[in-house]
């Protein structure tokens, strides 16, 4: 609990990770509540109701309050659903990359030696490559789906947590608990991972907040490329690829998942800089 309060006293000195933490939470139990917040089905076409505008403008009624599409499908249901794979692509994203990550970065870090070099150069080659390029060249060569945007992603966002798990691992083991382990016979496996692992979690916990970010952004730049969720998903980069022919006649159809994707995206990079300040020793106040 002590250890509890000290975290969120040192996070709420940041208002902007409050704010981005708040606005999280909100989207996470939208998600959650889809069901009963959607005022309309996902995929339910109104065909008396195509292209119409928010309720505020002429000719817009409080049935759709954010308008509807090219097929008559309401705006703000498909984006309160569409909270739903955006959270989902986050969790699946980062939980891949920073399992693998951290695994091969712990190896690396510990060993030392022929392994840290193979693993090391297989993660150079990997950044070598624009992260976004190198996610599309493995969707095309997976085939266009979430699923396999969401690998494709997790393999690019992987070298980040390979390099800073090998780092704060080779940190680690030049110190005195570590040494001590070693003489009273610790085992490899629980050293690693007992040991010295935890000492190493808080960057990988402020990298992985700001993956989650990125994995959002790059989903939904396959899916407006036409290589990530497939129509009808409600998926907001989707819906942004399905209503680019629309920009100028209407815009709500692009404005409203853009704005979706923004402010997400921003809220948890707030939050990854609350996190950053409250578990970095060495940006703590006294």
């Known amino acids: 609990m002590a250890l509890l309060q000290e975290f969120w006293a040192y996070f ?15 989207i996470v139990l939208i998600a959650v509540f889809a069901d009963f917040l959607a005022p309309h089905a996902s995929n339910v076409q109104y065909r008396e109701a195509f292209l119409q505008p928010p309720f505020w403008q002429d000719g817009g009624s409080l049935r759709f ?20 794979y955006s959270l989902f692509i986050g969790c ?35 950044l070598a490559f624009p992260s976004l390029l190198l996610a599309l060249v493995l ?26 798990t090998r780092a704060a691992v080779i940190g680690e083991m030049t110190k005195d608990y570590v040494t001590a382990a070693r003489v009273i016979g610790v085992k490899q496996l629980r050293l690693m991972f007992v040991t010295i692992l935890p000492n190493c979690m808080a960057p990988l916990i402020v990298q992985a ?20 969720a497939q129509p009808p998903t409600p998926e ?33 990079n707030l939050m990854g800089d609350g996190l950053r300040d409250a578990l970095d020793p060495k940006l703590k106040r006294s």
């Open 65 to 84: 309050p954010l308008g509807t599409d090219a097929v008559g499908r309401d705006v703000l249901s498909r984006l309160i659903y569409g909270s739903r």
């Open 92 to 126: 699946i994203v980062v939980s891949i990359s920073l399992f693998a990550g951290i695994f091969l970065g712990l190896c690396a870090g510990f060993f030392r030696g022929r392994v840290d070099t193979a693993i090391m150069r297989i993660m150079d080659v990997v």
């Open 209 to 228: 907040a700001l993956s989650f970010s990125t994995a959002i952004l790059d989903a939904a730049a396959l899916g407006f490329l036409g290589l990530g």
């Open 236 to 268: 907001w980069g989707t819906m942004l690829a399905e209503a680019r022919e629309f920009i100028l006649r209407a815009w709500w159809v692009v404005t409203f998942p853009g704005l979706a994707i923004l402010l997400t995206v921003l809220a948890i």
């Open 12 to 26: 709420s000195e940041n208002r902007g990770a409050v704010v981005g933490l708040f606005f999280f939470v909100c």
């Open 139 to 164: 969707v095309a060569l997976l085939g266009p789906s979430l699923m396999n945007a969401m690998i494709a992603i997790a393999i690019v966002q992987q070298p980040h947590y390979v390099r800073l």
